[in-house]
């Protein structure tokens, strides 16, 4: 391990600390100083030494492995599974830490690091450093323990839900908050441990939400869902109401469009989800024609989908045509308003960011069911048309804001003010 003798820390900790300060930079961007910037700054500015940082860094891995190797993570769980008779939903994700200094999850160990506390952001799972890329998964029959252990907290949870008597948990949330991983979905190619608890969760009466993001790479060959076993786990869930899929597909890879599209059929039973409200798919890249099968199939009871980061296949229609063709060959106009179902769209935007998206709602509501125009842009399936949607980010509430040009943020007040540079070029300034 090669150390840094002026900051007296491993080079590589002295290089993620420096990356996290540049990320918190340029995600602020061009926007004016809002107080959760403010609060951020302050937090960089009181940055302890790095050498600091490392010697606290090391105590709380050495603390984890203390743990892992006593189990105690597993005896935590189990323990609050007797204790808490009405918990009802239990999540895991890869993406607690959040940013620096804008945490998901405020947890207690997180709320006692010291102020100006610089750390590698820690993100569990098979997850590729590089932002813009996608690992790959391995195949789960030939993994090595080792690896298995990414996910041990997941494996934790799936083997105590399904063996526990006592408890009541209806709602399984594996999420990984849009960053580009998830379970692996090659769990589900083979029988094997995790498929069988997965099952037997499953099959659990009164079992009704599932949020599962699956790292299925980003070649768009969908092998972990060929064999049909999770079609056959999800099929025995026949009181779900709430299901909500994604995938690693095209994140990081502009070219897996011209891949098959995913199986939907072979994905989706329907038809054994009488129950049914919420449909969220993420990351898919569908077959239009097979798509619109499925919403034909789906129960009364749905109420709301969402479609976020759709792609299609290269010869395939794009979002503008999938809403034309749901108006025009769905009867859910004919219906009363409290019927009608809610279809919420979400794009990436152009500037490319995990857990920043643009989400439309009512501009689609308006077009399905009155007579607004079609809110998407031709075969652009990353930004509606200039105008429409809002721009949210899942770890900064405080980043809401119109989808509409740099001027007019400028005029709202977000952004800060943009000057003419010495070659006639706009220029905005910023932090």
């Known amino acids: 391990m090669e150390i840094n003798s002026n900051e007296g820390c491993p080079i590589w900790f002295t290089e993620e600390c420096e990356e996290n300060r540049y990320t918190i930079k340029h995600r602020k961007y061009r926007d004016v100083d809002r107080p959760d910037h403010v609060a951020r700054q302050h937090q960089m500015d009181a940055q302890m030494p790095l050498k600091a940082c490392w010697k606290y860094y090391r105590q709380l891995l050495d603390d984890q492995t203390t743990v892992i190797r006593s189990k105690d993570d597993k005896t935590a769980f189990l323990y609050g599974l007797e204790r808490f008779p009405r918990l009802q939903r239990v999540t895991v994700t890869p993406a607690a830490h959040g940013w620096l200094f804008t945490p998901l999850y405020e947890t207690p160990m997180i709320r006692a690091f010291p102020c100006g506390f610089n750390y590698p952001i820690p993100r569990g799972w098979h997850y590729d450093p590089v932002d813009s890329q996608v690992a790959e998964p391995l195949p789960w029959s030939e993994a090595t323990d080792d690896y298995k252990e990414l996910w041990r907290g997941a494996r934790i949870v799936l083997r105590l839900l399904s063996q526990a008597e006592k408890h009541n948990v209806s709602e399984l949330s594996f999420n990984s908050k849009q960053l580009?991983?998830?379970?692996?979905?090659?769990?589900?190619?083979?029988?094997?441990?995790?498929?069988?608890?997965?099952?037997?969760?499953?099959?659990?009466?009164?079992?009704?939400?599932?949020?599962?993001?699956?790292?299925?790479?980003?070649?768009?060959?969908?092998?972990?869902?060929?064999?049909?076993?999770?079609?056959?786990a999800v099929s025995l869930a026949k009181e779900l109401t709430h299901v909500h899929l994604s995938t690693t597909f095209n994140n990081g890879s502009h070219f897996a469009m011209r891949d098959p599209p995913m199986p939907l059929k072979e994905i989706?039973?329907?038809?054994?989800?009488?129950?049914?409200?919420?449909?969220?798919?993420?990351?898919?890249?569908?077959?239009?024609?097979?798509?619109?099968?499925?919403?034909?199939?789906?129960?009364s009871s749905l109420r709301s989908l969402d479609f976020e980061f759709i792609e299609f296949s290269f010869d395939e229609l794009c979002l503008t045509g999938l809403l034309e063709r749901m108006r025009e060959e769905l009867d859910w106009t004919e219906r009363d308003q409290p019927l009608k179902r809610t279809v919420t769209i979400a794009m990436e935007g152009h500037r490319r960011w995990p857990g920043r998206f643009i989400k439309l709602s009512d501009e689609v509501a308006s077009f399905l069911y009155g007579s607004g125009e079609n809110p998407l842009n031709g075969s652009d399936t990353r930004s509606p048309n200039?105008?429409?949607?809002?721009?949210?980010?899942?770890?900064?509430?405080?980043?809401?804001?119109?989808?509409?040009?740099?001027?007019?943020?400028?005029?709202?007040?977000?952004?800060?003010?943009?000057?003419?540079?010495?070659?006639?070029?706009?220029?905005?300034?910023?932090?």
């Open 386 to 431: 200039d105008g429409y949607g809002t721009n949210h980010a899942l770890f900064e509430a405080e980043h809401t804001r119109p989808n509409v040009n740099f001027l007019d943020l400028k005029k709202l007040g977000i952004i800060r003010n943009c000057a003419t540079g010495p070659f006639g070029s706009v220029m905005f300034n910023s932090c």
């Open 180 to 232: 580009h991983t998830g379970l692996n979905f090659l769990i589900f190619d083979r029988p094997c441990e995790e498929y069988n608890h997965f099952t037997a969760i499953m099959k659990r009466p009164g079992f009704r939400r599932l949020h599962l993001s699956l790292l299925t790479g980003s070649s768009g060959y969908w092998t972990g869902f060929q064999s049909g076993l999770f079609r056959q």
């Open 268 to 299: 989706l039973p329907i038809k054994e989800w009488p129950n049914l409200s919420h449909l969220a798919l993420s990351n898919f890249s569908i077959d239009t024609s097979e798509l619109m099968d499925i919403l034909k199939l789906a129960p």
